[in-house]
């Protein structure tokens, strides 16, 4: 049974840090891409960043490179932000796609479209960046 556990949200002023985790268990496929999602209020669900569990590769959303890092032990990611501004401010989900490398690279797939097929999703976990 597949489960996705994500933590790490709050609240933090502008220019202040969060580090979100996620740990994906009960995965059968050989490899999986791990990734954050994240939601604001009357906005588009955006890409935020991903790692693939085949070859490290990782994706980074345009409005998010040189502030946030992800990194992996396993199956737990670790989404690493800093500099945080207040357009940051939303729910931020954690998601697995289950890799094929014979279909082609989610990487790629994220850097060129800004979104993926993701089957399976976490709870959420806000994120508020406020003076």
């Known amino acids: 049974q597949v489960q996705i556990v994500e933590s790490g949200g709050g609240l933090v002023q502008p220019g202040g840090s969060l580090r979100l985790s996620c740990t994906a268990s009960g995965f059968t496929a050989d490899y999986i891409a791990i990734g954050w999602f994240r939601q604001a209020p009357g906005k588009e669900r955006e890409g935020v960043s991903c790692i693939s569990g085949y070859d490290g590769d990782t994706y980074y959303a345009d409005s998010v490179k040189g502030r946030f890092t992800i990194s992996r032990r396993e199956n737990t990611v670790y989404l690493q932000m800093n500099n945080l501004k207040p357009e940051d401010t939303a729910v931020y989900y954690c998601?697995?796609?289950?890799?094929?490398?014979?279909?082609?690279?989610?990487?790629?797939?994220?850097?060129?479209?800004?979104?993926?097929?993701?089957?399976?999703w976490g709870q959420g976990t806000q994120v508020t960046v406020s003076s």
């Open positions: 998601a697995v796609h289950q890799e094929n490398p014979a279909f082609g690279s989610i990487i790629w797939s994220l850097r060129q479209y800004g979104t993926a097929d993701f089957g399976s």
